[in-house]
């Protein structure tokens, strides 16, 4: 008999979550039968974990929630959950890192109900919420979460036979290829066995093995004693049909076994991932897919390279049309694409992988525009919309309909109240890859969340540090609570800078080591240039120089720039304000303005620091850093604090007296940005009051 095993359907009684108890009495009864299986079991109240799990408005740092403990509080192998309310946001957070503990652990868990109408009884304890709410579209992922528990590994009572309502869909569905379900009497109880019944000889398995094996997902293989077939419950909530197809396959080809068979159906990792040299961290992070992921990359550490490779080393369980990378500008999503193809092109994958539509990289507003032009008939519209900046209201006019940048992600939220859009565009993408995570605003980080659909299956990537978009909808708190969203995710923080000399380096952790509320890291000079001794240059490479006046600073800077830039260097003159910036385009002379607001003259760059971000150059130039310029005075002026009034709801978890959206820690970021921009030397000039940044 040839058994064809699920290796990873993770489908057991060791990954069941239980049944909806409604009564004290059913509540007994299972008691009664979890004894009989000789498992222990424990009876929480939701406030013994409220007590227990209490913020307090302590959280000094982003890395100290304290959910990452509830493994050791819910220790039993069959958890049982009552009283549970949710009356404010804590409340919610909680249940939240429960529902995030039991998808991700091998432990039963049951959830006692008060009412009889069971999930739905608890679904109702999320809205009591203002809809469009910053708490409400927290509550609402928390509630996908919810969902998705229930969909996949909750047993209704009476319901479904017992199984979860995706896994009945699943039996209905193999059961029209001639299957039908039997469970043997000598095997753990609830474990399910499919036979084909036209043909005894093959038998399939739902193999008990632990939720989330570390087992090799590329280890499908066919051979005389098993078929091995990966799969998991989210396959089978989200790609049943996908899975029916791929049984097909392997039943077909294990009919037509003979003598011998031993062919493997995916090839290893080594066959189809082109790895850079990455660091030890870089390749832990890469090869890490079973949990959401945040790489917290400082300056220079490889963020880029993190992506590209995640990428790559993805394409050895799932196809490229099934990942998505989303990031801010064109030029990056094309940097991104580009390093991939450079990579497959040298395993000899041909360029055709790469065209039409293989690869999802894109701009956040193209991806959510691409949503809206496909749903536009939801929205009420004729047509699909065109974009005009200028357009005042959204809606239809004789010539058409007409969306502005900023209604997209609106209309994308409109249309997410209908949940099979959201399946429907959840269930194209089984991997999601973020770049620039720290400039993510509120609205589009829900969108992301709720297209995950609580799956985890998404790599945050992104810099507390370099958080400098804030005035254009940037929310850098999105970053700094990942754990409240994902308590079993896995951080990652890289501190290895390969871009500076380490003198630079040093200087780029003075400015941002005093800001309180960050990810706490030290960045460490990774190139040739890490040795002091063997590698110092004749010239130091941080250089303060002071000047009498605007004049004199300025023909500096002139005579400097043009000089390395001769020398074949390349080079930077970042500034604050765009004024600034275009008054250095004149006085340079033979700059001529892009489509980015800034100025490029072969290796040299103008333009201000926040258009400098992401580029690197041999010499930066940062000027006129005088107190009330860098800092500048209305960045760190209470009166000018409106943006503030838009507060993220989970500040009320964090200490009095932290210090978080200060104009002071914003500016210190755009001067750290503009420093780690420079390579080999940079330059930091004034001619009036010092900075305060200089003086610390």
């Known amino acids: 008999m040839i058994n064809l095993y699920f290796k990873n359907f993770n489908f057991n009684l060791s990954c069941y979550i239980g049944t909806m108890i409604y009564s004290e009495p059913d509540k007994e009864d299972f008691i009664k039968m979890a004894a009989e299986f000789k498992n222990d079991y424990k009876l929480y109240s939701f406030k013994a974990l409220k007590a227990h799990f209490n913020f307090n408005g302590g959280i000094a740092s982003p890395l100290s929630f304290p959910f990452k403990d509830i493994a050791g509080f819910l220790s039993a192998k069959f958890v049982i959950l009552e009283d549970v309310e949710i009356k404010c946001l804590s409340d919610a ?9 039991v998808l991700n652990s091998p432990v039963v868990f049951c959830l006692k109900t008060d009412k009889g109408y069971g999930i739905d009884d608890v679904f109702s304890l999320y809205l009591n919420y203002a809809k469009n709410s910053p708490e409400y579209m927290i509550l609402d992922v928390y509630k996908t979460r919810l969902t998705f528990l229930a969909e996949t590994r909750m047993i209704y009572s009476g319901k479904y036979a017992g199984y979860t309502s995706s896994m009945a869909n699943f039996i209905l569905k193999i059961n029209a290829l001639g299957f039908y379900i039997k469970k043997a009497p000598s095997e753990n109880y609830g474990i399910p066995y499919l036979f084909f019944s036209d043909d005894k000889k093959f038998e399939i398995k739902i193999a008990a093995v632990p939720f989330r094996t570390n087992t090799a997902l590329n280890g499908e293989f066919i051979s005389k004693k098993a078929v091995s077939i990966n799969t998991a419950l989210t396959d089978i909530y989200f790609y049943p ?24 159906y995916n090839k290893t990792s080594a066959d189809k991932t082109a790895f850079d040299k990455i660091s030890v961290i870089q390749d832990i992070s890469v090869k890490e897919i079973f949990s959401p992921q945040l790489i917290i990359a ?8 993190i992506i590209v490779n995640k990428f790559l080393y993805l394409l050895n369980f799932i196809p490229s049309d099934s990942i998505i990378i989303l990031t801010f500008t064109n030029n990056a999503a094309a940097e991104i694409k580009n390093r991939i193809a450079s990579c497959l092109r040298l395993k000899g994958i041909k360029n055709n992988f790469i065209a039409g539509n293989a690869l999802n990289i894109s701009t956040y507003h193209s991806f959510f525009y691409s949503i809206v032009k496909e749903f536009y008939k939801e929205l009420g519209l004729k047509s699909p919309p065109l974009i005009n900046e200028n357009s005042g209201n959204f809606g239809e006019t004789a010539d058409g309909a007409f969306i502005s940048y900023g209604e997209i992600i609106l209309c994308v939220i409109e249309l997410f109240r209908n949940n099979d859009i959201v399946l429907e565009i959840a269930s194209r993408f089984k991997y999601i890859l973020i770049d620039e995570y720290q400039d993510l605003d509120f609205l589009s980080d829900y969108i992301i969340k709720k297209i995950d659909f609580a799956r985890g299956a998404v790599m945050y990537a992104g810099d507390d540090d370099q958080a400098i978009y804030g005035f254009n909808g940037g929310d850098s708190f999105n970053i700094l609570f990942f754990d409240l969203f994902f308590p079993s995710g896995k951080v990652f923080v890289l501190q290895s800078n390969f871009r500076s000399h380490y003198k630079i380096v040093d200087f780029c952790n003075s400015i941002i080591n005093k800001i309180a509320f960050r990810y706490p890291k030290i960045l460490t000079a990774k190139t040739g240039n890490a040795e002091p001794a063997a590698r110092a240059s004749k010239s130091n490479p941080v ?3 002071r000047f009498k006046n605007k004049n004199a600073e300025e023909e500096f800077i002139k005579k400097m720039f043009n000089k390395l830039i001769s020398q074949g260097k390349s080079a930077a003159i970042l500034a604050r304000t765009q004024r600034e910036a275009e008054h250095f385009e004149t006085i340079i002379g033979g700059i001529y303005p892009d489509n980015n607001s800034s100025s490029r003259n072969g290796g040299g760059f103008i333009g201000t620091i926040h258009r400098s971000k992401g580029l690197e150059f041999d010499a930066v130039f940062i ?27 989970f500040i ?7 210090e978080l959206k200060t104009g002071r820690n914003d500016e210190a970021k755009l001067f750290y940005v503009a420093a780690s921009r420079a390579k080999e030397i940079i330059f930091i000039t004034y001619s009036g009051e010092m900075s305060e940044f200089l003086k610390d």
């Open 298 to 305: 400082g300056a220079g550490s490889g963020k880029t390279k």
């Open 543 to 545: 250089n303060v120089l």
């Open 652 to 658: 009320e978890f964090l200490g009095r007296h932290a």
């Open 93 to 101: 957070v909680l249940l939240n890192a429960v529902c995030d503990f």
């Open 623 to 649: 000027a006129n850093v005088t107190q009330g310029n860098i800092p500048h005075l209305k960045s760190v002026s209470t009166a000018n604090r409106s943006r503030d009034v838009l507060r993220h709801p």
């Open 241 to 264: 049909d996908e899975l029916i197809n791929k049984i097909k396959i392997f039943l077909g080809t294990a009919r037509n076994m003979r003598k011998s068979i031993n062919c493997r």
